[in-house]
């Protein structure tokens, strides 16, 4: 794309192509009901109050409402033990129903995340998050049964937005178990040359410059500026930061990982916050429950 002050970068519709994957998904899940009298199940295991998990498990629940997917939402108090939540995963493990499970993070401190997440049966982690799952993700001529919502909802945006992966410099910002690490291994598999820029990385910018795609997922707001981007490069932002917004009812604004508008004006194709990753997000946990359940109800 050229540097004129003419051209500007196009915005990836996240909203717009979740909505397209989500009829997609709702005219499968009507084909498996009126078929064979099934309909994919996904359960939610919340642990706590905390007011943001509950709001992310309403939304999937509703997404799920959306799509024909049967939801369950399991709820446990704050001081729940770690065996507790451990035996409700054994229990929707047994549930033929259930074709996908996830664990709301983040887990209170008392219980250990790592070891409720890989109690999780493979073929039901429609998350990613099982250490088997990420091993198959990081290994040449393996397939992970299914891959982190985010990660891959960050492809799929790619994707249906004309960009090919093949042969490009890709940059991912961040290097987190849920983000960072497995979409940095999904860009390798979908042979990108790859390069993860993190807290310690000398430079950051002049590495950022190189890259054709940049996958931005620091959890620092606005931090890629536009001078950093290389002229119509495609920018993913992850990025979900509220900063102060005294003109907000709530006093806050959402922004991403990258200054959107000084991206506008460089890159060739740049996401939204919010509207950009989020709602992928969700479309890509119906898809991976969806898939479960043909794996079960078909066979």
């Not at 905390?50 to 049967?70: N, Q």
């Not at 409720?116 to 993700?137: A, M, Q, Y």
């Not at 291994?185 to 590495?207: F, G, M, Q, R, Y």
Request: glycine share 8%; hydrophobic share 40%; with cysteine.
């Amino acid at each position: 794309m050229a540097e004129s002050s003419e051209e500007r970068a196009k915005v990836i519709d996240g909203k717009a192509i979740a909505q397209t994957i989500r009829n997609e998904i709702a005219d499968e899940v009507r084909i498996l009901s009126e078929k064979f009298h099934k309909v994919p199940g996904l359960a939610a295991v919340i642990v706590g109050d905390r007011k943001d998990s509950k709001t992310y498990v309403s939304m999937k629940g509703k997404a799920c409402a959306e799509v024909g997917i049967y939801f369950l939402d399991l709820e446990l108090p704050e001081d729940v033990s770690e065996d507790v939540v451990v035996e409700k995963v054994h229990f929707l493990n047994a549930n033929p129903d259930v074709h996908g499970i996830l664990v709301q993070l983040p887990l209170p401190k008392h219980i250990n995340e790592e070891r409720v997440l890989s109690e999780i049966s493979i073929d039901k982690d429609v998350d990613g998050f099982h250490p088997l799952n990420i091993g198959k993700l990081a290994m040449k001529g393996r397939d992970p049964l299914f891959l982190p919502c985010t990660p891959k909802g960050c492809l799929e945006l790619l994707s249906r937005s004309g960009i090919s992966t093949k042969g490009k410099r890709a940059v991912v910002v961040g290097r987190s178990n849920i983000v960072g690490l497995p979409v940095a291994l999904l860009l390798l598999k979908n042979d990108a040359t790859v390069t993860i820029v993190h807290s310690h990385t000398k430079d950051p910018e002049s590495i950022i410059r190189e890259a054709d795609i940049i996958i931005a997922a620091a959890g620092q707001p606005r931090m890629i500026k536009g001078d950093w981007i290389k002229p119509g490069a495609a920018v993913i932002d992850v990025g979900t930061n509220a900063v102060d917004d005294p003109s907000r009812k709530t006093g806050y604004r959402l922004v991403g990982d990258v200054n959107f508008e000084e991206a506008y004006k460089v890159a060739g194709w740049v996401t939204p916050v919010p509207g950009g990753v989020g709602p992928m997000t969700v479309a890509m946990l119906l898809r991976n429950t969806l898939e479960s359940a043909k794996t079960k109800i078909v066979i």
